[in-house]
């Protein structure tokens, strides 16, 4: 009983040998989770030290509950792109509430993943097929990489809701590239890939961190200043900037509206003595507040991408007092970069003329708290929480069964849903955002010699060390250099062989994938659309297959096999009876395909007295399926031809006695083999 709830008792007693090989192991996870974590934040639109705290409590408890030892969880590249998907739509991204949105996401996805683990319900991920997660895969991997291509030329992005246009706003500002920033991007991608070729089992991700803050703070990467409004010297560009203001007031007072909004509707449905009538006009003015909030965070967000894109330079006197004149109107000392604006908010504005950098990041461990609950951003969260909880899984469980062809380790998909539902229910305790098993890290934890999940706990200590101590020495990590980070952990979910391998297996699996793959695509930053298109069209597909299942006429070949006359040119078995092969089962959905072939071997053959089914690929047989065969069974009767089977399973022979089949088409017309069958109505009808 005890090792049902606590399964982490199975690593117990601990070797020597052991313990030391989880902590090299751990220890070596660790020093590349710490700069994923950060990156996989900044994906997710956070602040990068949210992936700290995704990479602390999160990534022990899934070790603790879960079943595989080597898997490793915590933060990672699809989940933190699903999750700024899921959540941009509701508000500014690292916004206040988008941390709150982004907590609770967390909870409801640990919930749903815990309940279908708790109520051994695993096989339920199996609704996304494999070449849906493929296409899925394809697609985000490419989002993603291009979801950085900003931050790597130290461009800004605009966020919108069509995805294709902000990587256009990005590509046409290519000639304003920030070559230092890019040369740092650059630079670190390429130690990494050199590392990672040359010295695959050196941590390549945190040498090439460690590099870049080093050269970041030597130099002075970051340059930043904050001025006041009116020391910008351009009117128009002031005007811009009151205007942004105005509209960010505008977004708070309409934030705070809607929460009185949302307070007041739930009272009035809990108060039965409200009128039906009131509830639906509160509910209704909601709706406007909604939409108007939704407008207005549209236009700001256009409003400070075109202050992002003014470049300046200071005019007059030091920067700390110069007037900033927009770039070209005034001259400007050699070699001097210009300033851009970083952040507009209501003590002044913030200019940058260096590369981004990761900045402050707050020390010390996060508090432990209930996620904040409104029902109504329960029920906006609910579809995206859904399906983040069965992609997450499925990459999990998928990675964890990976690994065990090499440490022969017993996987329990359960207890893997209930280790991971755990593991983000953590999160969100934390203050961290959903997290699942990472491919790269399992794949770094399993070559490490990691023997148990002891591993996973040595990681989650060492960030905690980080969390308390470290925290000042990663303020001048680029951000670029986090983008490299994220774009090569995604190099590796690319892969287009494996979409055309679905194709030569099954078309319809080949089109699931490649339909998955064009509407995640089409669909960015919306990707739960995506994967939820090409989940309805796989079901669709498969429901398709199982309607219409094989059904043809056999004849017989040269060396005496059988075989399918129109495939291979051939004659009916005999002419008085034909053979018809069925390959599916006998239920609601192919009982109609089932008569159509019956009806189709009586047309295309009417002078056969017999028509033998060979039932030995018949699985089973429901209600409509029986209704089926008794009315063909009475049909032919009628015009002077007899149906009968052979070779069917012993539980459809059951099935055919149980409903009263095998006397309505007679116990004589029921063979237990194909060789019986024939030998049989060979005796039976003259003139075969």
């Known amino acids: 009983m005890l090792s049902v709830l606590f399964p982490f008792l199975r690593w117990f007693p601990l070797g020597r040998e052991t313990l030391r090989a989880d902590l090299i192991a751990g220890i070596t996870v660790a020093l590349v989770l710490i700069p994923q974590s950060m990156a996989y934040a900044q994906l997710a639109g956070l602040p990068t030290y949210y992936g700290l705290y995704a990479a602390f ?48 996401l967390a909870f409801l996805v640990g919930l749903i993943q815990l309940g279908l683990g708790a109520f051994r319900l695993g096989a339920l991920v199996n609704l996304i097929s494999h070449p849906v997660i493929l296409g899925f895969m394809n697609a985000a991997a490419i989002i993603i990489g291009l979801s950085q291509l900003n931050k790597l030329l130290g461009v800004p992005m605009s966020r919108s809701d069509n995805f294709a246009n902000d990587i256009w706003s990005v590509l046409q500002q290519i000639g304003d590239t920030h070559l230092p920033t890019l040369l740092m991007g650059a630079g670190a991608l390429a130690l990494m890939l050199l590392l990672k070729r040359h010295l695959p089992k050196a941590p390549g991700v945190l040498i090439a961190v460690a590099i870049a803050t080093l050269v970041s703070w030597h130099i002075g990467f970051e340059s930043k200043i904050s001025t006041e409004v009116n020391r910008l010297a351009d009117p128009t560009v002031r005007t811009e900037v009151q205007v942004y203001l105005s509209g960010a007031a505008e977004i708070k007072a309409l934030e705070t509206l809607l929460v009185q ?86 003590t002044g504005v913030h200019l ?87 491919f790269s890290r399992s794949a770094v934890n399993l070559s490490a010699g990691a023997i148990t999940g002891l591993s996973s706990v040595f990681s989650g200590v060492l960030v905690l060390f980080t969390l308390l101590f470290l925290t000042p020495l990663l303020y001048h990590l680029p951000q670029a250099v986090l983008a490299a980070v994220i774009m090569l952990a995604v190099v590796g979910l690319i892969n287009f062989r494996a979409i055309l391998h679905a194709w030569q297996t099954q078309r319809h699996d080949g089109v699931a994938a490649i339909v998955t793959f064009i509407a995640t695509l089409f669909f960015a930053p919306h990707l739960d659309l995506g994967i939820l298109i090409g989940a309805g069209l796989a079901i669709a597909l498969f429901l398709m297959r199982r309607m219409k299942p094989r059904a043809v006429i056999l004849g017989r070949m040269a060396d005496g096999t059988l075989s399918d006359c129109k495939a291979h040119q051939l004659t009916p078995v005999s002419k008085r009876f034909i053979t018809l092969r069925y390959d599916g089962s006998l239920d609601f959905l192919s009982s109609s395909h089932f008569e159509d072939a019956i009806l189709q071997a009586h047309a295309d053959f009417p002078e056969v007295q017999v028509i033998l089914v060979i039932g030995s690929g018949i699985n089973n047989m ?34 055919f006695d149980r409903a009263g089949l095998t006397a309505v088409l007679g116990e004589e017309n029921v063979f237990k083999s194909r060789d019986l069958a024939f030998q049989t109505l060979e005796a039976r009808l003259p003139g075969y």
């Open 622 to 655: 429901d209600a409509s399926g029986e209704e089926k065969i008794r009315e063909m069974c009475l049909y032919l009767r009628d015009a002077g031809v007899t149906l009968t089977f052979c070779s069917l399973k012993q539980p459809v022979r059951e099935a």
């Open 352 to 438: 940058v003329g260096g590369g981004e950098v990761v900045g402050n990041i707050r020390p010390g461990l996060p508090a432990l708290a209930l996620p904040r609950f409104d029902w109504d951003s329960v029920r906006a969260l609910l579809s995206a929480a859904l399906v983040i909880a069965l992609v997450a899984f499925m990459e999990a469980i998928s990675i964890a069964k990976a690994m065990t062809a090499k440490t022969r380790e017993r996987i329990d998909p359960n207890r893997e849903l209930i280790g991971q539902g755990l593991a983000n229910i953590t999160a969100s305790f934390s203050q961290a955002f959903p997290v699942s098993g990472s």
């Open 57 to 104: 409590l999160p990534v022990i408890v899934g070790a603790l509950w879960g079943s595989s030892s080597q898997l490793a969880t915590g933060p990672v590249a699809v989940v933190s792109l699903l999750t700024a998907s899921a959540l941009a739509p509701l508000a500014a991204t690292g916004s206040e509430p988008f941390i709150a949105l982004a907590i609770l």
């Open 261 to 346: 909004q949302r307070a007041a509707l739930r009272k009035a449905r809990s108060d039965r003595d409200v009128p039906g009538a009131d509830v639906a006009a509160i509910n209704y003015r909601l709706d406007l507040t909604e939409l108007e909030l939704t407008d207005r965070n549209k236009e700001n967000r256009k409003r400070f991408q075109a202050l992002r894109r003014h470049l300046f330079v200071a005019a007059t006197g030091a920067p700390e007092s110069a007037m900033f004149a927009l770039q070209g109107q005034v001259a400007s000392a050699a070699g001097a970069a210009p300033w851009r604006i970083s952040r507009v908010d209501s």
